[in-house]
């Protein structure tokens, strides 16, 4: 079982260019979010779902769109990239949301020039 | 907003040494897990305490949950290399859908 996997590992764009960070999970679970890791601050929530079919907004969503495409995929998309928005960015999954362990994938690694 | 401190942001001790690191908030919460990332991947999940006062105690590491449920601690004996890494609390309440990460503690232990 491959776990949670993220597309791509590393990604350079340049400002105002528009990409896609994918995300999977083989774990059959219900909830899935996206992170972003910046020095000193931790992790913060910029969307999570719930379920499939649901996504609502976390702590820093502006600037980006989701999509739960099913129960196995959730993408992150970034419509026109700012410097401010170079950072690691985590995809994780869990059983149900808060108090559940998360499991993570490997994060992808976005500079925006 | 509820915010987890962590404390300290960095540490370099060498092996062999004793350490704790620190996770506070004003909030209840009502579970508090402790995660360790290496560099280049993401973070993994080491413990989870529910209960006020509980103690979890996972080989050289122990964990305690403050009696009111605001406060953490991990406790490292004897440190290793092996343990360096970021050591981030997480904490989850009733009321929130998600969870509150710290700003983590990064270890570094020198052989």
């Known amino acids: 079982n491959a776990g949670v996997t993220q597309t791509p590992k590393f990604q350079v764009l340049k400002t105002g260019q528009s990409m896609t960070l994918q995300c999977a999970q083989d774990?059959?679970?219900?909830?899935m979010y996206w992170y972003r890791q910046d020095p000193g601050m931790g992790l913060r929530l910029i969307y999570y779902s719930a379920s499939e079919g649901t996504t609502d907004k976390g702590e820093v969503p502006n600037g980006y769109n989701v999509s739960r495409l099913n129960k196995r995929e959730f993408s992150l998309r970034l419509e026109s990239a700012a410097p401010s928005q170079t950072s690691v960015y985590f995809c994780a999954t869990s059983i149900g949301l808060a108090g559940f362990e998360q499991y993570f994938g490997p994060g992808t690694r976005l500079t925006v020039t | 907003t509820q915010l987890l401190e962590q404390s300290p942001q960095f540490l370099s001790i060498q092996e062999g040494e004793n350490l704790t690191v620190y996770c506070n908030s004003s909030?209840?919460?009502?579970?508090l897990q402790w995660y360790r990332q290496e560099p280049g991947e993401g973070p993994v999940l080491l413990v989870t305490v529910v209960t006020g006062g509980e103690v979890k105690k996972l080989k050289r590491l122990t964990f305690q949950f403050g009696d009111a449920r605001k406060d953490s601690s991990l406790h490292i004996t004897a440190a290793q290399p092996g343990d360096t890494g970021l050591y981030l609390c997480a904490g989850a309440s009733g009321s929130a859908r998600q969870l509150t990460f710290g700003s983590g503690t990064q270890l570094t232990v020198l052989p």
């Open positions: 909030s209840v919460f009502s579970s």
């Open positions: 774990m059959n679970h219900n909830s």
